[in-house]
C-alpha cells in the first residue's frame, strides 16, 4: 500500500512538474514515467528533459530524456538496467528506447539517418 502510495505521488509531482509542457513533451514524459515504473527502484531517478535545439532539428519527432539517479550526498543504486545516468528516447509511435552504451547509441543514430527506424 505504502509503495503505490509512494509510486503516486512521484508521478503526480512529475506531472505538476510538467504542467506548462508542450503536449508532445507531456506525453513522453508519460510514456517515460511508465516505463520507468516497471523497473524497481527506478522512480528515484530524476528525469530531465535534453531541450538542445541542433537535437530537436535533427530528430524533430523524438523526445531525448536523461534519468539520473542521485549520487550525492548519498549516492543510490541504480536498479539492474539503468547507471547512474541514463539516455532515453521516446519513438513517435510512442516507443520508449533506453540507449545504455555508445553502441546503441550508435545504432539508434544510424537506423534514424538511414531511414530503417523511426
Not at 500500500?1 to 512521484?10: D, K, P, S
Not at 546503441?104 to 530503417?116: D, E, I, P, Q, Y
Request: charge should be positive; include cysteine.
Amino acid at each position: 500500500m505504502a509503495v503505490r502510495t509512494v509510486l503516486a505521488l512521484c508521478l503526480a509531482l512529475l506531472t505538476i512538474g510538467t504542467a506548462g509542457a508542450p503536449a508532445a513533451e507531456q506525453r513522453g514524459v508519460e510514456l517515460l514515467a511508465n516505463k520507468l515504473a516497471e523497473l524497481k527502484r527506478a522512480k528515484r531517478g530524476r528525469m530531465v528533459p535534453v531541450s538542445d535545439a541542433a537535437a530537436a532539428r535533427a530528430f524533430p519527432a523524438h523526445a531525448f530524456y536523461v534519468v539520473r539517479i542521485r549520487q550525492y550526498p548519498m549516492a543510490a543504486v541504480p536498479p539492474a538496467p539503468l547507471a547512474a545516468n541514463n539516455l532515453f528516447v521516446v519513438k513517435p509511435d510512442g516507443v520508449v528506447e533506453h540507449l545504455r552504451d555508445a553502441r546503441a547509441r550508435s545504432g539508434f543514430l544510424f537506423n534514424v539517418s538511414t531511414g530503417k527506424a523511426q
